[in-house]
């Protein structure tokens, strides 16, 4: 299991530098230039090349690159052009508010998915299970955008539950939570229907009926578990998508975090923020693999032989 | 089973409605608003390092020097000031009983350390002129000048030139403005959130606010949020519901909503926004100046205001705010729509109408392109423009930039018309958008004329006092004027809006928008 574990560690080396050049290479070769952005109405030109020299963009692209990862892999992720100040502490104080909203998100859809998905396999093709698929169906193709907005006219204007928006407190994180758990739930929910639908039809279920176990525990001690395998991969995979898939939410509720911080660095080109938070973001990617595939493999001796 | 769940399910939502009551607050005057949307995102509260400022800065920092709505100048910690007839110097007498919020006094030693703190920062410009500060007594100084700076006022009342704590600003390095910020403003900084919330307490020794505040200090209300929300429809909600007290803008479409809620109210204050649009001198066909007048006077900015902004706000007919007294020049540059001329000016220039309403010459015919940036708004002025040149004959083909991108694209100096805006209330904005040597961005007329030039630099660095460099000034706008290298379009104007319920204006607002001025006769009803 450790072997296992190291070589999959070891494999995230190449994907991050790859990873690194492109988000590197995509900044840079897009238009847009992140001084038009610190130049005042009254600065002279002077002061351009100035700010230029400062943060190194008179260089050419390989020697800003090599120097970017330099620091990168020193810990060092630069100074924020417009914003000016250090990058990492602007990351550090977004960071909590993004973690709070993917985990509690992904700790509801992780929840409910697996209820719905259990009761629609167990009433396969029953209404219940037909009710479900419609609502999953309907959650998955929402818009959070969108979705946030009725949210917040339901809950918040009309029934005056919850803040409209904001960070403040934990009731203001509810609505967000849902916004984009319900996404998530519809994916988790479909998952486990499938996988359970699937381990049904296996051999080792048949003999558990032929030992005469009641339905419902060979349904949750055993086709569950089997599916599992399955869920977990999905979740671990919705680690890096709910860090990245907040963007919108965390706009609408007017939330901090991660993505309000990269839609905003990304209007202001601002280099070196948006840089940190697309290899912050896809790192939570490829750690939520490596989380995914440990988990596989310690639930599942087969996936572990496999590998060596 | 199921019942029991029912069960749960309705405890558990009893206790979770108990959870949700508010927890009372400790302030009966207590205050939130909403940040503009352009100023989302400000990074700190150091106003000689911050490339970009918000309205709160001003709430915890006085200037020597205040701006009024009219855009003339008033004492605030400088109570009179006195300006040497050559421009070479000026003497600002101090107000006596200013502290810091650290209790550090406030006096003629502040000024040359604080000065000093500009050198080789990005904003070192406003006070480049400065060559040195004496020291006359412990309430005057005397800037000595390296050349006249008529603009100096102007600089001194800018928020980038609020006046920190020298003391404090040293000790904090780095984290000033984001952790503390000490100023002599009528609020003290409590907690700065970054992105999200900036909450002030009200500063109990405050008794210096400018005279163009009827309440002298401490200010009415005892505490004061603003929030950042970059989401329209999100900001106007929090209103409606309660969540906040009020909106520095409200975007033209959200003011129907806001107009059928009783309880909100709009209160409009002159903007500093100019839509225009520029042409490119030196690309065919505006290389003609008669086919460059001909476009603006083909441009009915009172149907656009109708149409695209609903009557809110006012036109424009020459590229300043109608504030600044620089835009007042002699009606005959004003631009105005005049189709009959335009048609004429298309004739004369050889452009012949053609069968199909386009315009032809030489087998040629008469299109363009018209750049816009993606956004609503300039995506409907763009279309309506169009509408408008097809009227006399010229067929524009509008393309849309990402916003971000557009200024890339306008350094390639290929555009031919665009639609954009700017926001200043200075007149060296002309400099700006129209001086030789910043042709494709800023300049996106590419415009580089030897008299406009000189006119440009007399404007820029040959006037000594405040009437001179306005004179000046205007001789440059109405040159400019003269030769068309733009059409003016619209001045939106900035839509505040307020919960009538909670929130008590002073009659007039003073100051050039809603800020320390006006903050300090706000009031919450109790």
Known sequence: MIGYAVRRLLMLVPVFLAVSVVIFLILHLIPGDPIDNLIRIGSSPAQREIIAQRYGLDRSLPEQYFIWLGNVLRGDLGTAIVGQRPVSTMILQALPYSLALGGAALLFSASLGILLGVIAAWKRDGWADQLIMGGVLLGSTMPTFWLGLLMILLFSVHLGWFPVSGARNWQSLVLPVLTIGLAGTALVARVTRVAMIEAQQRDFVMLLHAKGLPRWRIHLGHVLRHALTAVVTILALRIGWILGGAVTVEVVFARPGLGTLLIKALNQHDYPVVQASLLMLAMAVMLGTLLGDLIQAALDPRVRTAMS | ?526
């Open chain 2, 1 to 526: 089973m199921t019942i029991s769940f029912r069960k749960a399910v309705f405890a558990a939502g009893i206790s979770f409605a108990a959870l949700l009551q508010a927890a009372p607050s400790a302030f009966s005057q207590e205050m939130t608003i909403v940040l503009n949307t352009n100023e989302v995102g400000a990074q700190s509260y150091n106003p000689i390092k911050a490339p970009m400022l918000n309205t709160a800065t001003a709430m915890i920092y006085d200037r020597l020097v205040e701006q009024d709505a009219d855009l003339s100048f008033h004492p605030h910690l400088a109570e009179s000031w006195e300006e040497a007839p050559d421009g070479m110097s000026w003497v600002f007498h101090l107000r006596k009983d200013v502290k810091f919020h650290n209790g550090e006094p406030f006096n003629a030693a502040t000024i040359p350390v604080w000065l000093e703190l500009f050198k080789g920062s990005d904003n070192a410009y406003m006070a480049e002129a400065i060559d040195k500060v004496e020291i006359v007594d412990d309430h005057t100084v005397k800037f000595v000048m390296k050349q006249p700076d008529p603009n100096l006022l102007y600089n001194l009342s800018s928020v980038f030139m609020s006046v920190p704590e020298p003391k404090a600003y040293a000790a904090a390095g780095d984290k000033f403005g984001v952790t503390e910020a000490v100023g002599t403003g009528p609020f003290k900084l409590d907690t700065f959130n970054v992105g999200s919330e900036t909450v002030l307490v009200r500063n109990e020794d405050y008794k210096w606010a400018s005279p163009l505040s009827k309440n002298a200090g401490p200010a009415k209300i005892e505490k004061l949020t603003f929030r950042e929300i970059a989401e329209d429809s999100t900001a106007f909600l929090e209103l409606k519901t309660g969540g906040v007290d009020m909106l520095l803008s409200v975007p033209n479409d959200l003011l129907g909503e806001m107009k059928s809620e009783p309880k909100l109210a709009v209160l409009t204050m002159p903007g500093r926004e100019v839509a225009y649009m520029p042409m490119n001198v030196t690309a065919e066909p505006f290389t003609d100046i008669k086919v460059r007048e001909a476009a603006a006077k083909a441009i009915n900015q009172e149907e656009i205001l109708a149409a695209v902004y609903g009557g809110v706000g006012a036109v424009a007919d020459t590229f300043l705010i109608s504030a600044l007294p620089e835009s007042n020049v002699d009606p005959k540059y004003k631009i105005k729509f005049d189709p009959a001329r335009a048609n004429a000016l298309l004739d004369e220039a050889g452009w012949k109408m053609g069968a199909n309403g386009v315009r032809e010459k030489d087998g040629k015919p008469l299109k363009v392109s018209l750049w816009a940036q993606a956004d609503t708004s300039f995506k409907r002025l763009a279309e309506v423009v169009q509408g408008q040149l097809k009227a006399v004959g010229i067929d524009a083909e509008i393309t849309i930039f990402d916003s971000s991108a557009i200024r890339d694209q306008y350094k390639s100096g290929k555009q031919q018309l665009a639609v954009r805006s700017y926001e200043w209330d200075n007149a060296d904005i002309i400099d700006w958008f129209f001086g030789g040597d910043r042709l494709g961005y800023p300049n996106v007329s590419m415009y580089n004329d030897p008299k406009a030039e000189e006119l440009r630099t007399k404007a820029m660095k040959g006037s000594k006092t405040g009437e001179e460099r306005q004179a000046n000034f205007k001789a440059y706008h109405e040159y400019v004027l003269s030769q068309f290298p733009f059409a003016p379009i619209y001045q939106p104007v900035v839509n505040v809006g307020y919960n009538t319920e909670r929130i008590v204006l002073p009659e007039k607002i003073r100051g050039t928008q809603i800020g320390a001025v006006t903050m300090m006769d706000v009031e919450v009803k109790e």
